[in-house]
Nanobody, 127 residues
């Protein structure tokens, strides 16, 4: 079992920055895909960024490339999402997620293929 707890959400104006954190506990093995997803009202949950815990290999949705950065602190079992140049369309409930994976192809896993989820943290960007 893996437990995930997000924090760091809030309300910012467009152009601002936020840093989300996800504290991980339980059996957080090295061969895990870690990801951030988000869901806006009335929309499907979408993958924002992924990182492979072993190698640090990352992937990003096209909509956030160059603005967001996913990172991890293995020693402290914490996942981060640095969000810069925020836009109103980044508004949503942000979730961290984890699943075991033998390879670093984390970007190929959709939300239904992640086993562990946090409760979510709200990000609201005003124009």
């Amino acid at each position: 079992q893996v437990q995930l707890v997000e924090s760091g959400g809030g309300s910012v104006q467009a152009g601002g920055s936020l840093r989300l954190s996800c504290a991980m506990s339980g059996n957080t093995y090295s061969t895990y895909c870690l990801a951030w997803f988000r869901q806006a009202p009335g929309k499907e949950r979408e993958r924002v960024a992924t990182i492979y815990r072993t190698t640090g290999s990352t992937s990003y949705a096209d909509s956030v490339k160059g603005r967001f950065a996913i990172s991890k602190d293995n020693a402290n079992n914490t996942l981060y999402l640095q969000m810069n140049s925020l836009k109103p369309e980044d508004t949503g409930l942000y979730y961290c997620a984890a699943r075991a994976s033998p390879s670093a192809n984390c970007r190929f896993f959709g939300p239904r293929e992640y086993k562990y989820w946090g409760q979510g943290t709200q990000v609201t960007v005003s124009s």
